[in-house]
């Protein structure tokens, strides 16, 4: 099993849709989790940081995580063609542990 | 206030040769990382550097990749004798503090694409 499992997609939406990314992982251990946005060609760009269990939102998006589940998850509301991407989630353990495991990405479509 | 800057963008090599790769922090990072994108494949940690030390290499292959972070320039990331599965982006990040010693993950340059031939 991978410690971090993440459907690649793609995931094709129209515009102005909502938009569900999701993770789940198998280490209990993590602690901090991420979302990173990827262009192609493009080097990633962090979108949401959450520590632990709770849930997060900045503009129009929402970052949720359910540690009893090992589930995280990144909502996108009013889906733009901007928005078109490849989406990392991405955690880490606690104190002492600056490495990221990522998953493999979820690449979305929002068609106008 | 430029970001992470790698260099080159993309490097062709053929099998047998050197690669080097390097990695200028943001202004006030000391922590750097370098990471690899294989087709298909999520990013995957290689090394962990602060100035002139190696905090954790546990990602790097054993053999043919080395890794700098020098006191003064840039981080190097060093790939002897390529061959054609070292084919891949290769990604660096920096941070000022350990990531969960601060409220913000990485930031992450826009990698070299590296093809061996």
């Known amino acids: 099993q991978k410690e971090v499992e993440q459907d690649p997609g793609p995931l094709s939406v129209p515009e102005g849709a909502i938009v569900s990314l999701n993770c789940t992982y198998s280490n209990s251990a993590f602690q901090y989790f991420m979302w990173y946005r990827q262009y192609s060609r493009k080097g990633p760009e962090l979108l949401m940081y959450?520590?632990?269990?709770g849930n997060k939102e900045d503009g129009r998006f929402t970052a949720q995580v359910d540690k009893s589940s090992k589930y995280i998850s990144l909502f996108i509301r009013d889906s733009q063609p901007s928005d078109s991407a490849t989406y990392l989630c991405?955690?880490?353990?606690?104190?002492?542990?600056?490495?990221?495991?990522f998953g493999k990405g979820t690449m979305l479509l929002v068609s106008p | 206030n430029a970001g992470v800057m790698q260099n080159p963008r993309h490097l062709v090599r053929r099998r047998g040769q050197e690669a080097r790769l390097r990695c200028s922090p943001m202004?006030?990072?000391?922590?750097v990382y370098w990471y690899r994108q294989l087709p298909e494949e999520g990013l995957k940690f290689m090394v962990y550097l602060q100035k002139e030390n190696i905090i954790d290499e546990s990602g790097m292959p054993k053999e043919r990749f080395s890794a700098e972070f020098p006191k003064e320039g840039p981080s190097i990331l060093r790939i002897q004798q390529v061959v054609r599965g070292d084919s891949a982006a290769y990604f660096c990040?920096?941070?000022?503090?350990?990531?969960?010693?601060?409220?913000?993950?990485?930031?992450f340059g826009s990698g070299t694409r590296l093809t061996v031939v």
């Open positions: 959450t520590y632990s269990s």
């Open positions: 990040a920096s941070s000022r503090r350990a990531v969960q010693e601060s409220n913000y993950g990485y930031t």
């Open positions: 991405a955690m880490t353990r606690g104190e002492g542990y600056s490495t990221l495991t």
């Open positions: 202004k006030g990072h000391s922590h």
